[in-house]
């Protein structure tokens, strides 16, 4: 998510998991290929291992280092088509959501992380009708009991 207000290339990542809508996002103060993926791998890396199989990035520059994601996290990576957000529509819809919290001209350089843990909490803590009125963080953690 790119912000008006933000300074060089700071933004805030998103990430989605497709089944149970939970979300991660964190603020990237430099979106260079090497920081990105290292600040993703990072932030990927405490979830379980079936909750980081895979990953599809759009066609941006910053995601050139994805080969360091298999031999770094056990991750492999997909990419979208040239010009077709509906491939990554769980994302789109996230940053919708997100900019509820995060408006355009939001001074993302002032957030801190207890600010961005504030903003996914009440994202996945919001219950969705496409999970049966459950909650991402619910579902995501139904999921991760079927998988043990």
């Known amino acids: 998510m790119i912000f008006e207000r933000a300074q060089g290339k700071m933004n805030v990542a998103s990430l989605v998991e497709r089944k149970t809508r939970f979300a991660v996002l964190f603020r990237n103060n430099d979106r260079s290929t090497t920081h990105l993926m290292n600040r993703l791998m990072g932030v ?15 066609r941006g520059i910053e995601f050139r280092n994805w080969r360091k994601l298999k031999p770094g996290i056990g991750t492999e990576a997909w990419f979208c088509d ?32 207890r ?33 043990r």
């Open 115 to 147: 600010d961005m843990k504030s903003i996914c909490d009440r994202l996945n803590g919001t219950p969705r009708k496409c999970l049966g009125w459950r909650t991402p963080t619910e579902a995501f953690r139904e999921e991760l009991m079927k998988l």
């Open 82 to 113: 040239p010009q077709a957000p509906w491939q990554k529509g769980s994302v789109e819809n996230l940053n919708k959501r997100a900019r509820r919290y995060l408006p355009r001209d939001a001074p993302v350089a002032t957030l801190s992380n």
């Open 44 to 58: 990927m890396e405490p979830l379980p291992q079936p909750a980081r199989k895979s990953i599809t990035f759009d």
